[in-house]
């Protein structure tokens, strides 16, 4: 498995994020129903935690499945974002969490990757996958979906005409 799709938005993501921690204007409270940069980062923290245990377990032979809904619970980002220390912290956690899937992706066989994962995947309360997905798909959509879009949405924080050189 080729880990430069999965490492270039990870770079895109914490570009972002740097930018919208350094803008210094962001808004505190972003659009109703919206998170803030911290919890952003605390739910991609948890998605990519949950991504690296499900390989983890594939690669051990052992069962698994995965389901995004603790990346989603209030109470746990706040607790993840409280752990990790704030915004540096949870940035910091994010690029070795994605420096440790990157190395483990392309160890992973054809066989592995094609592992069925028992999977349930939620987004402002509905559900977008209650399936089995092959391992390989859970991690592309970090790549080529979760990521981006979260990319997307801590950018949309910035203040007007701020960040307009960053790319995704």
């Known amino acids: 498995m080729d880990a430069t799709p999965l490492q270039d938005a990870y770079r895109a993501l914490l570009e ?7 803008s210094g204007g962001t808004s505190p409270d972003p659009p109703a129903g919206e998170w803030n940069a911290d919890q952003i980062l605390a739910h991609v923290a948890l998605v990519t935690a949950a991504t690296i245990a499900a390989a983890s377990a594939v690669t051990a032979g052992a069962n698994t499945t995965y389901d995004n809904r603790m990346a989603l619970d209030t109470w746990t ?3 993840v974002i409280t752990l990790a220390g704030g ?6 956690r994010i690029r070795s969490q994605g420096d440790a899937l990157c190395a483990l992706g392309p160890g992973l066989s054809e ?7 028992p999977t349930l995947l939620l987004s402002n309360g509905t559900i977008l996958v209650d399936q089995p997905l092959p391992l ?8 080529d979906v979760e990521l981006p879009g979260h990319t997307q949405q801590l950018l949309a ?10 790319t995704t």
């Open 136 to 143: 390989r798909d859970l991690i592309t959509g970090l790549a």
């Open 111 to 117: 066989a592995e990757l094609d592992t069925p994962v």
């Open 87 to 92: 915004n540096a912290g949870l940035r910091e």
């Open 157 to 166: 924080l910035l203040p007007a005409g701020v960040g307009a050189d960053v």
């Open 16 to 22: 972002a994020a740097a930018t919208v921690a350094g």
């Open 77 to 79: 980002i706040q607790r």
